[in-house]
């Protein structure tokens, strides 16, 4: 999937020679100003992008370090560092590639279950990716819900096709994590996912996108907060804090025993919000709940274990 690099690239021939435009710009013609600090960071490890010495953050200056000298060969001026604002394109014609994936998620949002699948959990795995510029590496690894003992790790690496932009995570870690997952010798009857589930602008962050995709219940774990309101604690429970989204408890900031901040609880397709809490709290023996910090181990494992073989043959 090349949507990104594909919609950037059209943006990105809309700059005419002698002028430039900002990340904000673009990230507004591709339909989301949250986008804008991704087009810096994809430009800065793709810099071989034509125009992409066109580009320039908010205050003029050029994201990448050596666009200034050819800049000067298409007389856009640079002064002290900056371009000018009389040289930004003012309007983009747009590339709503994430305005459609925004539809898209508000349109599978209502096919989330929120209510248990049935029948205990026995096998609970936990899912995590560790990035190396434009290679990710993803565990899935499983564990007996009871004694928290390892049962089964399987793993992927795959090509980053999409950026980091906040709210459409999914667009960039769906593809490993279907991967690893996939390579369990049978689906864990809940899985837990590194961010979160209901607790998004659209209801569906990616917990949710992961449980609907593969047909799975699954539960968000997110160590910062993204959408939603602190509501007061119910009873004397002051480490389990209610966050409420649209008038309705969403999810809670849950703070484990001997930890010093939350972490965000919210379902993810097929589970009630109470079992996801239940289930969280039970296989949280320290800041983390152990199949996801077992995941994490995992996926930095395997991105230090393949780093250390490429350096091997050099």
């Known amino acids: 999937m090349d949507e990104f690099p594909d919609a950037l690239a059209r943006c990105l021939r809309q700059i005419p020679r002698g002028h430039v435009a900002t990340c904000g710009a673009i990230a507004r013609a591709l339909g989301d100003v949250r986008a804008a600090r991704a087009v810096a960071s994809w430009l800065t490890e793709h810099p071989a992008i034509p125009a992409a010495h066109r580009v320039v953050r908010a205050d003029g200056r050029p994201v990448l370090p050596d666009a200034t000298e050819r800049l ?23 590339m709503p590639l994430l305005d459609r994936l925004r539809r898209e998620q508000r349109h599978l949002a209502s096919l989330v279950t929120e209510e248990d699948a049935g029948g205990a959990a026995e096998r609970i795995a936990g899912v995590d990716v560790a990035y190396d510029a434009d290679r990710m590496y993803t565990a899935a690894v499983c564990v007996d ?69 593969l047909d799975i219940p699954t539960i968000g774990v997110a160590k910062h907060p993204l959408a939603g309101r602190a509501m007061k604690p119910s009873g004397g ?60 181990r995992a996926s930095k494992e395997m991105k230090r274990n393949e780093k250390r073989e490429k350096g091997g043959k050099r």
């Open 145 to 213: 819900a009871i004694t928290l003992a390892v049962v089964e790790v399987a793993m992927a690496t795959s090509a980053v096709s999409f950026p980091y932009i906040p709210t459409y995570l999914a667009r960039r870690e769906f593809p490993g994590i279907e991967a690893a997952v996939r390579r369990l010798s049978r689906k864990p009857d809940v899985l837990m996912v590194d961010g979160h589930g209901r607790l998004h602008p659209a209801r569906f962050g990616v917990a949710c996108d992961v449980g609907v995709r």
């Open 237 to 296: 429970d002051k480490a389990t804090i209610p966050i409420a989204l649209g008038g309705d408890t969403r999810g809670y900031a849950w703070v484990p025993p001997g930890a010093a901040r939350p972490i965000f609880v919210s379902i993810g397709h097929r589970i009630s919000l109470a079992t996801a809490l239940d289930l969280v709290r039970r296989t949280t023996q320290s800041r983390y709940p152990a199949p996801l910090a077992l995941a994490d």
């Open 72 to 94: 000067a060969g298409e007389r856009v001026p640079v002064r002290s560092g900056r371009v000018p604002a009389n040289r930004f394109v003012a309007i983009m014609t747009a």
